[in-house]
């Protein structure tokens, strides 16, 4: 079992930015593949970047390359998503995951989800 807490989210103003957190329990942190999805209003929840167990392999959105960076600390059990220049479409709920298998891009292969953060970019 795997409980993940998200931390970070914010009001800001476009070019701005913010980093979050995902704080994972467990003695298995290094184990999994993590990711972060993101949800706006009246939307579908997407991908926004993946990150394997060893940090080896890493993925992005393609609206987000470039402005995005993810990160993990195994020592620490926290994976990161710093976001740079960001928009008023990056406003959403963010929610950080974990995948005991590779890191995929869908959501319904990932095992555990954190409670999400509230990211908010005003123009």
């Known amino acids: 079992q795997v409980q993940l807490v998200e931390s970070g989210g914010g009001l800001v103003q476009a070019g701005g930015s913010l980093r979050l957190s995902c704080a994972a329990s467990g003695r298995l942190f290094s184990l999994y593949a993590m990711a972060w999805f993101r949800q706006a209003p009246g939307k579908e929840r997407e991908f926004v970047a993946t990150?394997?167990?060893?940090?080896?392999?890493?993925n992005y959105l393609d609206s987000v390359k470039g402005r995005f960076t993810i990160s993990r600390d195994n020592a620490k059990n926290t994976v990161y998503l710093q976001m740079n220049s960001l928009k008023p479409e990056d406003t959403a709920v963010y929610y950080c995951?974990?995948?005991?298998?590779?890191?995929?891009?869908?959501?319904?292969?990932?095992?555990?989800w954190g409670q999400g953060t509230q990211v908010t970019v005003s123009s």
């Open positions: 995951a974990a995948s005991s298998g590779r890191p995929y891009y869908q959501d319904w292969r990932y095992d555990y």
């Open positions: 990150i394997s167990a060893t940090g080896g392999s890493i």
